[in-house]
T-cell receptor, first 111, second 113 residues
Framework: EPEVTQTPSHQVTQMGQEVILRCVPI?????FYWYRQILGQKVEFLVSFYNNEISEKSEIFDDQFSVERPDGSNFTLKIRSTKLEDSAMYFC?????????FGSGTRLTVV | GESVGLHLPTLSVQEGDNSIINCAYSNSASDYFIWYKQESGKGPQFIID?????DKRQGQRVTVLLNKTVKHLSLQIAATQPGDSAVYFC????????????FGKGTLLTVNP
């Protein structure tokens, strides 16, 4: 069964540092997403990406965040200057309409 | 803003019993709902979905009920097994072309052997 692959599974970074979270979506999917989940809380939408551009973003997705699909395969989330409150699980997902598949997530810890 | 929420944060059942997990939503424009299961250290896993033009949908050991009058969604798991222990989320989409999902807070289901 096709999978969404995320790397790394766990990243520890110092406050103020840049991090890049990587995802390989399912190859024939057209929509790509990043969601995050702060420990013990609900999963929150960050951004959706379609046709090589952001189609929607939440209030959380401020100027510190950016996404890219650099090579037609990978889908990345960059946080330019991490804050303590960015510590969370970050889930990548891809879909072909309503058929969503989530990755296993990257646990980001900002210290 | 409008949001999806859950009545019970935790639910503990005996193996073999039926489980019912509830979800309330407040956006009357929501037209599609999904239940996800999340095991520790994993991403959300699709269980079952339902569209707003339906009241009930059944899958293998699971049933989703939608009551649009009171904006309530439930997930019923028959003959609950230890492997069903996880956090269960409801999610909704209230229109738009991006298939964006809004998640509820989650219910932790614990199945006791």
């Amino acid at each position: 069964e096709p999978e969404v692959t995320q790397t790394p599974s766990h990243q520890v970074t110092q406050m103020g540092q840049e991090v890049i979270l990587r995802c390989v979506p399912i190859s024939n999917h057209l929509y790509f997403y990043w969601y995050r989940q702060i420990l013990g809380q609900k999963v929150e939408f960050l951004v959706s990406f379609y046709n090589n551009e952001i189609s929607e973003k939440s209030e959380i997705f401020d100027d510190q965040f950016s996404v890219e699909r650099p090579d037609g395969s990978n889908f990345t989330l960059k946080i330019r200057s991490t804050k303590l409150e960015d510590s969370a699980m970050y889930f990548c997902a891809s879909s072909s309409g309503w058929t969503y598949t989530f990755g296993s997530g990257t646990r980001l810890t900002v210290v | 803003g409008e949001s999806v929420g859950l009545h019970l944060p935790t639910l503990s059942v005996q193996e073999g019993d039926n489980s019912i997990i509830n979800c309330a939503y407040s956006n009357s424009a929501s037209d599609y709902f999904i239940w996800y299961k999340q095991e520790s250290g994993k991403g959300p896993q699709f269980i079952i979905d339902i569209r707003s033009n339906m009241d009930k949908r059944q899958g293998q050991r699971v049933t989703v009920l939608l009551n649009k009058t009171v904006k309530h969604l439930s997930l019923q798991i028959a003959a609950t097994q230890p492997g069903d222990s996880a956090v269960y989320f409801c999610a909704e989409n209230y229109g738009g072309s991006n298939y964006k999902l809004t998640f509820g807070k989650g219910t932790l289901l614990t199945v006791n052997p």
